[in-house]
């Protein structure tokens, strides 16, 4: 476990609320930020040491927004959270904008994805443990594990083989990770 863990979400939720209620994205935090949002800065600094892919997952109890990357795309952890939560309340293109009377009733998931590894056979898989990485030459689809009703390896895969816009019968790879879930309110 990383020592910036509590962080994690701290910094998912301010990014949502600040550039909901203020248009203003967190890269720098100002020192209020800190202290209103309850990030320990030794622990910002700690993320910003690491690197990985992640998703930032808001719900009001349904859906309300989820981007993410597959693999890490900013300079560290802590850019991706913000860059993932801006986008998950913002740039989600099945859902509008969030706005500002609906940050109470809104409930917050970060995933940190570990490495992908190839799978040779379904039986490889578990939907409580394993997300998983459809692909066939430029397009993929990915889906976190322990997901609700998504219950069976078959529909895990018939999402994320659907969200790659892959037909079930062409050849195509799957890859396997992990994540470290953060949430709460879930």
Same mark, same amino acid.
């Given at each position: ?101 609906? =940050?109470?009733?809104?409930?917050? %998931?970060?995933?940190?994805?570990? /490495?992908? !590894? &190839?799978? $040779? ?39 994320? =083989?659907?969200?790659?816009?892959? %037909?079930?019968?062409?050849?195509? /790879?799957? !890859? &396997?990770? $992990? ?8």
């Amino acid at each position: 476990m990383m020592s910036a863990e509590d962080c994690i979400l701290d910094l998912a939720i301010a990014t949502v609320e600040l550039y909901t209620r203020e248009r203003r994205v967190p890269v720098f935090l100002k020192d209020e930020d800190f202290e209103k949002y309850n990030i320990k800065r030794e622990d910002y600094e700690e993320l910003k040491k690491l690197k990985a892919g992640c998703f930032v997952t808001l719900h009001n109890p349904e859906l309300r927004g989820c981007i993410g990357t597959i693999e890490p795309v900013q300079d560290n952890l802590a850019e991706e959270i913000i860059q993932n939560a801006l986008s998950a309340c913002s740039r989600d293109p099945r859902f509008p904008l969030v706005q500002e009377e609906e =940050l109470d009733t809104l409930d917050y %998931s970060v995933d940190v994805l570990g /490495e992908p !590894e &190839r799978v $040779e056979s379904l039986l490889d898989l578990n939907v409580e443990r394993y997300g998983i990485i459809v692909s066939k030459g430029t397009r993929r689809g990915l889906l976190l594990p322990d997901l609700e009703g998504v219950d069976t390896v078959e529909k895990q895969l018939s999402i994320a =083989l659907r969200k790659a816009n892959i %037909s079930p019968s062409e050849i195509y /790879e799957v !890859e &396997r990770f $992990e994540v470290v879930r953060y949430e709460e309110g879930i």
